[in-house]
């Protein structure tokens, strides 16, 4: 449980209050002043809980794109910090009590340079300025529309808990109501299923269950993962925003001080949680730390489509912050900037408190879970990428592409076709082992936006190495269409395409079908050892004639075992050698196709095509390799099939989110191909 500061605390800013609000007898802070600790019974009072949006649902990120900024007047940041947020079309929607002050706000705006064409206001009351406390959530929903989610403000605040439903009255767009005593200053979300807050949730909200908050968060706000976790801080705020911040999908920044400080040992527990916990991408969290030896609020910054606005202390270790930003989120504006000395940054209130995003209702949205990792040299590299459109209007077919580089070479495009409704998929080309690919994605819509993912798109791309992995043998297919060939014999180069020696322990010179006799004449003395990159030639020739037979066909496999498993090559036979009776298979090779829809939200179907009759196993396996469910296991004729997957496992509970791997097994061998579970 997140640790209290007892009977103490600290007293923040004076906040003046809009000419129609009530004042307070006594002077608001960003913790609860010792009237409103009287008054907790009226947190939540009233409050009317609404039916969820219509899954699935979208929770937007700070570091998805905005279209303009919450703030209020009289402010609690500084006129420097306005005026940059008003550039770069950024709209500054600034809560005001009148229209009066309204006319006060903006004499100050052109007195100071900002631009008033990125300046509109929401004549409201209110209680305070940390607008990012009480402010909205913004959501998308299964019709890619914009919705705000509220819920009780964890502060016995009225006028402040009512902005959420005047934001949406304004911007025209759905209201949810969560009931769910909350604050947005300790809750974070990567945009893709996970968010983070402090056991403050569960203290504030006692007569729910863990289980019953983690419903709700899932129901309104599409949460698959919900960390709640203790405040390192020891400090009576408990906002997550005073430690960490997510800055993307995969990173995030965890506060660090030196091991005198008195929260040392429970920060670095805070940090290690992090670095060993899986992100949305399927790796675990890249962490940064910022260093905060007299607890500076360094975390508690603004992320603002690509600008960084980090709060800093006239201190000798501002510069430092600002380049841990600057590493972590290449691509990206960073600026620091001083507090007002009225309203001062303080280390549990700062600019990420007193600022809120208002997303782009139109926004563009690319979902993608990128490659990572070591991939194999051998194989193309397919990637899938989910269009969400939030505008009335269409993407463009023809914009969604795949940027990719090979060790920092020249970029390359490929384009993306859709494969079945907002679903595109994309190859990028198979590299030689032991390169690093760079990729990132791009889109654009008809009403003139465009999109990246990740977002600052080519200073930071996604990024994966290619490796050797497999024990190959090239051709794997041996064609013998003369009787000449027969008696030449064809050539497979057995590879080693791994990082280390193999043993070759045996090879299956005699074929299975009696249709035909082949045997290997060039063949080394087994066990024998491969080195990484070293080849060893197999010939192989065929006894003539070859006849066929009722009980087999014209189409065999040579097998090559090693200390890591098999490796296949077919032999085949062209009709024009057969003599006798019998039935050979129509020409061709098995073959995996692409599942249909991927990524699977519900069910997908697999196509796969048999040149032969046999034994046949399709399974779907996760990325460890741990069996999920096997589809098809049997004899099965020659042709064309489909199979069905209900994105359930063996004990018919449906799989979470996530990359996984389906496969076809033949006496030919194993092909293996991706899918993406999107829930």
């Known amino acids: 449980m997140a640790l209290l500061a007892g009977a103490f605390f600290l007293l923040f800013p004076v906040t003046f209050f809009a000419q129609d609000t009530v004042e307070s007898p006594e002077k608001l802070t960003h913790w609860l002043t010792p009237d409103e600790l009287t008054r907790l019974d009226e947190i939540g009072l009233g409050f009317v809980e609404t039916e969820p949006p219509v899954a699935p649902i979208r929770n937007i990120a700070e570091f998805d794109h905005m279209q303009g900024v919450l703030v209020r007047y009289p402010f609690g940041i500084p006129m420097a910090l306005i005026k940059e947020m008003a550039e770069d079309e950024i709209m500054v929607t600034t809560i005001v009590g009148s229209t009066s002050q309204q006319n006060l706000v903006t004499n100050q705006y052109v007195a100071n340079g900002v631009d008033t064409s990125h300046c509109n206001f929401l004549i409201a009351g209110s209680n305070s300025y940390w607008t990012r406390d009480y402010g909205p959530w913004f959501e998308s929903d299964s019709s890619n529309q914009i919705g705000i989610i509220d819920f009780p403000y964890n502060r016995p605040r009225p006028l402040d808990d009512e902005i959420p439903k005047e934001v949406a009255d304004m911007l025209g767009i759905p209201w949810f109501g969560m009931n769910l005593i909350h604050t947005g200053g300790n809750y974070m979300t990567d945009g893709l299923g996970i968010s983070a807050s402090t056991t403050l949730v569960w203290e504030e909200n006692p007569t729910q269950t863990h289980q019953q908050i983690a419903d709700k968060v899932h129901d309104y706000l599409g949460i698959e993962e919900y960390h709640v976790v203790p405040d390192p801080n020891g400090t009576y705020i408990d906002h997550i925003d005073c430690w960490g911040k997510f800055l993307a999908p995969d990173k995030i920044l965890i506060r660090s001080v030196p091991p005198s400080h008195s929260q040392y040992n429970l920060i670095e527990q805070a940090a290690s949680y992090w670095a060993s916990t899986t992100c949305s991408y399927g790796y675990n969290y890249e962490v940064y730390r910022v260093y905060t030896p007299t607890n500076q609020p360094y975390t508690n910054s603004l992320i603002l489509n690509k600008k960084v606005l980090v709060?800093?202390?006239?201190?000798?270790?501002?510069?430092?912050?600002?380049?841990?930003?600057?590493?972590?989120?290449?691509?990206?504006?960073?600026?620091?900037?001083?507090?007002?000395?009225?309203?001062?940054?303080?280390?549990?209130?700062?600019?990420?408190?007193?600022?809120?995003?208002?997303?782009?209702?139109?926004?563009?949205?690319?979902?993608?879970?990128?490659?990572?990792?070591?991939?194999?040299?051998?194989?193309?590299?397919?990637?899938?990428?989910?269009?969400?459109?939030?505008?009335?209007?269409?993407?463009?077919?023809?914009?969604?592409?795949?940027?990719?580089?090979?060790?920092?070479?020249?970029?390359?495009?490929?384009?993306?076709?859709?494969?079945?409704?907002?679903?595109?998929?994309?190859?990028?080309?198979?590299?030689?082992?032991?390169?690093?690919?760079?990729?990132?994605?791009?889109?654009?819509?008809?009403?003139?936006?465009?999109?990246?993912?990740?977002?600052?798109?080519?200073?930071?791309?996604?990024?994966?190495?290619?490796?050797?992995?497999?024990?190959?043998?090239?051709?794997?297919?041996?064609?013998?269409?003369?009787?000449?060939?027969?008696?030449?014999?064809?050539?497979?180069?057995?590879?080693?395409?791994?990082?280390?020696?193999?043993?070759?322990?045996?090879?299956?010179?005699?074929?299975?079908?009696?249709?035909?006799?082949?045997?290997?004449?060039?063949?080394?003395?087994?066990?024998?050892?491969?080195?990484?990159?070293?080849?060893?030639?197999?010939?192989?020739?065929?006894?003539?004639?070859?006849?066929?037979?009722?009980?087999?066909?014209?189409?065999?496999?040579?097998?090559?075992?090693?200390?890591?498993?098999?490796?296949?090559?077919?032999?085949?036979?062209?009709?024009?050698?057969?003599?006798?009776?019998?039935?050979?298979?129509?020409?061709?090779?098995?073959?995996?196709?692409?599942?249909?829809?991927?990524?699977?939200?519900?069910?997908?179907?697999?196509?796969?095509?048999?040149?032969?009759?046999?034994?046949?196993?399709?399974?779907?396996?996760?990325?460890?390799?741990?069996?999920?469910?096997?589809?098809?296991?049997?004899?099965?004729?020659?042709?064309?099939?489909?199979?069905?997957?209900?994105?359930?496992?063996?004990?018919?509970?449906?799989?979470?989110?996530?990359?996984?791997?389906?496969?076809?097994?033949?006496?030919?061998?194993?092909?293996?191909?991706?899918?993406?579970?999107?829930?």
Request: a negative charge.
């Open 311 to 679: 709060p800093i202390m006239n201190s000798s270790w501002d510069d430092s912050a600002l380049a841990v930003y600057q590493q972590a989120m290449p691509g990206y504006e960073v600026i620091g900037f001083l507090g007002n000395p009225s309203t001062p940054w303080e280390a549990t209130d700062a600019l990420h408190c007193r600022a809120k995003g208002i997303v782009d209702l139109g926004l563009l949205y690319i979902r993608h879970f990128p490659l990572y990792g070591d991939h194999p040299c051998e194989e193309d590299y397919q990637i899938d990428a989910d269009l969400i459109v939030c505008s009335d209007t269409t993407v463009i077919s023809d914009s969604i592409l795949i940027h990719y580089r090979v060790n920092n070479g020249a970029w390359n495009l490929v384009s993306m076709t859709n494969t079945t409704g907002s679903f595109y998929s994309g190859i990028i080309p198979k590299q030689p082992g032991e390169n690093t690919i760079d990729y990132y994605l791009t889109a654009a819509d008809h009403s003139g936006r465009h999109a990246n993912t990740p977002y600052i798109g080519e200073p930071d791309p996604f990024r994966f190495q290619t490796v050797y992995t497999n024990v190959t043998a090239i051709p794997d297919t041996l064609w013998f269409n003369t009787p000449d060939e027969c008696l030449e014999g064809k050539v497979t180069v057995l590879n080693n395409f791994t990082g280390a020696a193999i043993s070759v322990t045996g090879i299956q010179e005699e074929g299975f079908n009696p249709a035909f006799a082949w045997y290997i004449s060039t063949v080394p003395d087994t066990p024998y050892f491969l080195d990484p990159s070293d080849t060893t030639e197999l010939r192989v020739r065929i006894d003539l004639p070859v006849f066929k037979q009722d009980t087999g066909y014209a189409l065999d496999t040579l097998t090559i075992i090693t200390t890591i498993g098999p490796v296949d090559v077919i032999i085949a036979v062209n009709d024009s050698l057969l003599t006798g009776s019998g039935t050979r298979i129509a020409g061709g090779t098995n073959r995996l196709g692409q599942n249909y829809p991927n990524p699977v939200t519900e069910t997908t179907t697999i196509p796969f095509t048999l040149a032969y009759a046999g034994e046949v196993t399709i399974k779907i396996q996760d990325l460890l390799g741990n069996r999920v469910i096997t589809l098809l296991d049997g004899f099965t004729q020659a042709g064309n099939y489909t199979v069905t997957w209900d994105g359930r496992n063996l004990s018919g509970s449906i799989v979470p989110g996530g990359v996984y791997i389906y496969s076809l097994k033949t006496k030919a061998g194993v092909q293996s191909k991706r899918l993406v579970v999107i829930r």
